[in-house]
Structures are given as structure tokens and as C-alpha cells.
């Protein structure tokens, strides 16, 4: 029986892939990613360089824009081009910017086959932990918790989350950045708050949220933030 695999393929450098996905990518009949509506795939440009010629590519476009509901038909139209393959005895690898199971579109396709098909999942580096690494900051030390938070989120909740918060790493930040902006100012967080955006990638820029002029940032960047310093002095 074939085998669906989601591989996470690391959050922008292509040398932050395991080796465990690289093997399966490099062996895999079919590779399938999610791209824009006009056709840019991070996944795959993320990867690239990793795929042999001569390979079925399967694109399958998503509205990053809008709410998951909106893709319900396109994950749908998504998972039975899988299928095909799948039972025609072909192994699928679908590439995953960073984490197939951190925010990844990938959770949707397998939601749709895992009933039908074995399925493997290998993980990659997320881009939290490359904004750690990039903007050299700890994520958490000792007994802090770090809150994970989608900046989508609306005002009031953002705020209350960072509010109770030890250490936040702040996904998809975009557009949504001068309302993140006032949330964090609301927690006394402003000061602290790092920004990242295109971990990875040559236009790759970094700034403290207070020093960041624009009002609006790319879908793919980051804020991490700590509250204190103590636990690892
Ligand atoms: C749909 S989530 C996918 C997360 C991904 N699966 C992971 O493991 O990091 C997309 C968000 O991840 C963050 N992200 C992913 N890759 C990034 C990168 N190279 N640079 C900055 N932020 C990134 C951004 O906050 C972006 O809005």
C-alpha cells in the first residue's frame, strides 16, 4: 500500500531540512505542496533544490488570506488528487514550510486521509525556533511557560493573552501588526518584543517592535517575547 507523507521541510534555509525528509523526498514518485492562488509555494521553494528532476509535481493552491472554511473544496479537490496517486501504488511526500502540525496546511490532507492511507509525519523545524535562533533570544528557561499565539486573534484577546503571558511567540503577523502593536503596548510588552520577518531567506530583516516604522508586515514574520530575564542569569 502507498504511503502519504507530510514532510515538514524547515521554515526558509534549505539546509534546515532533516535527513529523514530529505531521504523521503529524494525517493518519492510524487511530490505534492500547497502554493498562493497564484501559484508561489513556499514549501517548494523552500525545498528545491532537494528535488530530482523528473519528479510528478502536485500543486494544490490555498487562500493564505482567508479563514479555513473558505479552502474546505480546494483541500477536498487536494486530497482526492492524492488519492489518485495513492492508489495507483505511488508514494505522495507533501512538503510543509517548517512543522507539518504547527499551523500546517498539511493537518487538512491529513485529516481527509489518514483513515484510507498509512500516513508518516516528519517534523521540521518550525519558525519559532528559527526566530529563536536567528534573533539569538532563549524561547523560555526553567519553569516559564511560552504561549503560542496567532496574531489574527482579535484586539481584546491578543491583549489578554499577552497579559498573562511569561513568553509569546507571536505567528502571522502581516497586516495584522499595528493592532499587535497596541496589544503588546497594553501588556507592557512594547520594550521587549523582537521582530523578525523571511527567517532564512536572503531578504531576511530583524528590528525591535519599537523601532519598527512600517505598519504593515509580510505574512511570514515573527514577534518573540520574554517578560523577564531572571531564569537565565
Ligand atoms: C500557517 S503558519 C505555518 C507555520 C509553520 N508550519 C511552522 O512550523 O513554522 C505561517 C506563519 O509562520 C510564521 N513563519 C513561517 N515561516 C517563516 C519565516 N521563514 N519567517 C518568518 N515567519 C515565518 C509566520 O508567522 C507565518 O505567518
Redesign the pocket.
Known amino acids: 500500500m502507498a504511503t502519504l507523507y507530510g514532510l515538514g521541510v524547515g ?2 534555509d534549505p539546509d534546515l531540512i532533516t535527513l529523514k525528509a530529505l531521504k523521503i523526498l529524494q525517493a518519492a514518485p510524487v511530490i505534492a505542496y500547497p502554493a498562493t492562488t497564484s501559484g508561489e509555494s513556499m514549501a517548494r521553494n523552500i525545498a528545491a533544490a532537494h528535488i530530482p528532476e523528473g519528479r510528478t509535481e502536485l500543486p494544490f493552491a490555498i487562500d493564505i488570506r482567508t479563514a479555513h472554511d473558505a479552502n474546505e473544496e480546494r483541500y477536498d479537490i487536494a486530497a482526492r488528487d492524492i488519492a489518485k496517486h495513492l492508489t495507483a501504488g505511488r508514494d505522495v511526500a507533501v512538503l ?4 507539518p502540525f ?3 496546511s498539511f493537518m487538512y490532507l491529513f485529516a481527509r486521509l489518514a483513515e484510507d492511507w498509512p500516513v508518516v509525519i516528519v517534523p ?1 523545524i ?3 525556533n ?2 529563536a535562533a536567528a534573533l539569538a533570544r532563549p524561547l523560555v528557561a526553567g519553569n516559564e511557560t511560552l504561549t503560542l499565539i496567532p496574531a489574527t486573534l482579535p484586539e481584546d484577546q491578543l491583549a489578554a493573552r499577552l497579559q498573562s503571558c511569561e513568553a509569546a511567540a507571536i ?4 497586516r495584522h501588526l499595528p493592532k499587535l502593536k497596541r496589544a503588546l503596548a497594553a501588556a507592557g510588552l512594547l520594550e521587549r518584543a523582537d521582530y ?6 536572503p531578504e531576511q530583516r530583524r528590528f525591535k517592535v519599537t523601532d519598527l516604522a512600517e505598519d504593515a508586515a509580510p ?4 514577534v518573540l517575547v520574554r517578560r523577564a530575564d531572571e531564569a537565565i542569569r
Open positions: 521554515p526558509g510543509c514550510e517548517g512543522d504547527l499551523y500546517g521540521g518550525s519558525s519559532l528559527a526566530a505567528l502571522k503577523v502581516g523578525i520577518e523571511r527567517i532564512g531567506f505574512y511570514f514574520s515573527i
